[in-house]
């Protein structure tokens, strides 16, 4: 593992230490019913134009770029996207290095119902317990994210079964081919590529050219990190990406519509 993602997941731990208990699938089931369905975000990503579905990112800073939009609001940005017509939305929900909060989450998915449509939101976070899995259903969200290399293949199977019993898709993260391997031993039907090298901080779309071509014919393919340009864009289309999963470039965009027009 890299050392930001270790020292990240490190700090995850700890920082949901207070919070852990024991959560089982029958009491996120329950929930489940409780709640009302949220958007189904790997139906949002299979558009029927077979046209690249997009994930805008809620990112105020990152470890790699720093601050991007300090002091922006997630229901302001949330609108930008939902009027730019985003097919998901990704929300960052980590404090300490992306400055995002759950309560970010709750607002967003919370506006959409108020006013549709309901764009399926991603909660971005470093996913270590099921106890962030029943916190992500009760915000709203409709999928959580795996980074597979982060995690034991035990991890792996709790969570994913956590967010199948509440009624949430899992984006499984991977940036090797043994990663890869991995996230399709867990039946993964969502599987992102992030072309960010967590370690050095480098982006390069060519991990996407060469893992996504590798992917099972039936699972979703996202290529994420270091789209900036209609260029990018096309580059993760034509290795094979259904979808792309886009932060910086669209939170520093005056005109996210444009930007993600043009993606397209
Ligand atoms: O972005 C980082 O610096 C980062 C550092 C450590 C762990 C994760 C990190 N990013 C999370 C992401 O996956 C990106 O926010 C996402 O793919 C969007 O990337 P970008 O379009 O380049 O902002």
Redo the contacts with the bound molecule.
Sequence with gaps: MSD??TE?MAWKRQEIAPDVRSVSLDELAQLHRALPSPPSFLQALRRSDDGLAVIA?I?RR????GEIAAGASALTQAARYQSAGADCLSV?TDQK?FGGTLSDLEQVTASFRESPPAVPCLR?DFMVHPIQVRQAREAGASAILIIVRALTDEEIMTLHAAATAAGLDALFEIHSEAELERAVSHRAQIIGV?N?D?AR?T?DLAISERLIPQFPREVVAIS????HRAEDAARAKACGADAI?????LMRAPDPTELLRSFR
Aim: aromatic content about 8%.
């Design positions: 930001k993602l990240i990112e990112k990152s470890p790699s770029a960052l290095y971005k992030n960010r967590l901080f982006t994420e990190s270091g789209i999963l886009v932060g910086e470039s």
